[in-house]
T-cell receptor, first 113, second 115 residues
Framework: GNSVTQMEGPVTLSEEAFLTINCTYT??????LFWYVQYPGEGLQLLLK?????DKGSNKGFEATYRKETTSFHLEKGSVQVSDSAVYFC????????????FGAGTRLFVKA | GAGVSQSPSNKVTEKGKDVELRCDPI?????LYWYRQRLGQGLEFLIY????????KSGLPSDRFSAERTGESVSTLTIQRTQQEDSAVYLC?????????????FGPGTRLTVT
């Protein structure tokens, strides 16, 4: 079945450091891939998405590229801020899989000033 | 505009009691989803609705769990004879269409504690 694996946290960085959160997936079809973010005390919200191979999703300085050859969708940001501290979830949704959305376990990011 | 709302925000119940959790999706969203998030873990998919139809109930953890939806509106998730392992945050989300690429909008969740 479909699955998502993302790097374990927590990840602790200093402000302006480079961020990478790894995400790999297993899917039988051609899934859409997402990164959702959960800021402290808030609900999950979509950060970015990509719907086909080689697409790059981007938002708020974050980027992720849909790599079908490596089944990956790693999240990157060139210079993190304290306000980026949150839990990040990688997810996939496959129309052929009954519309279930599969989420990774989440990676908590702490950014220090 | 109004987002997805859930009630109650917190529920403490005794083991063996029944609980009902409510989700109000964004108006006009045809698809609705329920998830469970245990402490420190990812989201566990429970069930989705297209309109008021739930084609796949295989994600529900046991027959103590059931869900229904009225038209393209409110949904309720009912847990009968609650157990301590049911303690979690229950999240509801809605999307415009039931389509893989569609963004899901999440509610704030209901934190359920079974004592």
């Amino acid at each position: 079945g479909n699955s998502v694996t993302q790097m374990e946290g927590p990840v602790t960085l200093s402000e302006e450091a480079f961020l990478t959160i790894n995400c790999t997936y297993t899917a039988t079809g051609y899934p859409s891939l997402f990164w959702y973010v959960q800021y402290p005390g808030e609900g999950l919200q979509l950060l970015l998405k990509a719907t086909k191979a080689d697409d790059k999703g981007s938002n708020k300085g974050f980027e992720a590229t849909y790599r079908k050859e490596t089944t990956s969708f790693h999240l990157e940001k060139g210079s993190v801020q304290v306000s980026d501290s949150a839990v990040y979830f990688c997810a996939l949704s496959d129309n052929t899989g009954g519309f279930k959305t599969i989420f990774g376990a989440g990676t908590r990011l702490f950014v220090k000033a | 505009g109004a987002g997805v709302s859930q009630s109650p925000s917190n529920k403490v119940t005794e083991k063996g009691k029944d609980v009902e959790l409510r989700c109000d999706p964004i108006s006009g969203h045809t698809a609705l989803y329920w998830y469970r998030q245990r402490l420190g873990q990812g989201l566990e998919f429970l069930i989705y609705f297209q309109g008021n139809s739930a084609p796949d109930k295989s994600g529900l953890p046991s027959d103590r769990f059931s869900a229904e939806r009225t038209g393209e509106s409110v949904s309720t998730l009912t847990i009968q004879r609650t157990q301590q392992e049911d303690s979690a945050v229950y999240l509801c989300a809605s999307s415009l269409y039931l389509q893989g690429a569609n963004e899901q909008y999440f509610g704030p969740g209901t934190r359920l504690t079974v004592t």
